[in-house]
């Protein structure tokens, strides 16, 4: 094993200190976070921190950056206390990708990128039509980590689209027919496959794949 102290950490080259920061929790869920401001100014941003944080009601968080410059998606949902998540597959990979440049607020990275914005009836927040599963969440909490300014944003689930046929039974979303995408760091995309489907463990019994 190679081991890596504190001070090794510090001491690498920004970028490369930034790329295994990035990478060490593994691979990450990654999607489209749709927003809107007042004006009616859309914006997309891929945000790859997203985490279950409870299913009654049902929850999910992401971390944002620190607002020392300007955060569209951050203002954005802060502003309307709506926003979208829209997974990825593969043909809409790079328009997504595309997605994290630093647009001024005026331009949408819809209009930038070719992607389409899809309106839900009395949801304010666009979503990204050619997802095949969407999420609409209102604003739940905004809770500062004073470690580094970034903050958690924690989202209440109101509307769910999933593609025709992908929802499976018992709540199983089928991920491998969706081409669901997975990510690292910043600048790294994977495929995935299906493994195993285990049953739920109990003390006194070996679990098995299902
Ligand atoms: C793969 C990937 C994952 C990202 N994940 C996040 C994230 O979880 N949180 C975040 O604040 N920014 C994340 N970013 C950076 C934002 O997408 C980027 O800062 C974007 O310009 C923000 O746009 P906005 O100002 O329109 O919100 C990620 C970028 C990439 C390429």
Known sequence: MQTLTVADLEGMEKLARIQLATSLPGIKPISLIGTVDRSGQTNLAPFSSIVHLGSSP????????????????????????????????????????????????????????????HFEEGFPAPFVAESRLRIGLTLEDLIPIPANGTQLIVGRVVLIQIADGLLLDHGHLDFDAMECLASTALDTYFKIQPLARYSHAKPDQVSSPV
């Open 58 to 117: 049902a929850l999910l968080g992401m971390v944002t950056r620190p607002d020392l410059v300007e955060r569209h998606t951050l203002a954005n949902l802060t502003e309307i206390g709506a926003w979208t998540i829209n997974h990825l597959h593969p043909r809409i990979l790079g328009a997504a990708h595309q997605c994290s440049a630093r647009y001024p607020k005026d331009v949408s990275e819809f209009e930038a990128t070719g992607l389409t914005p």
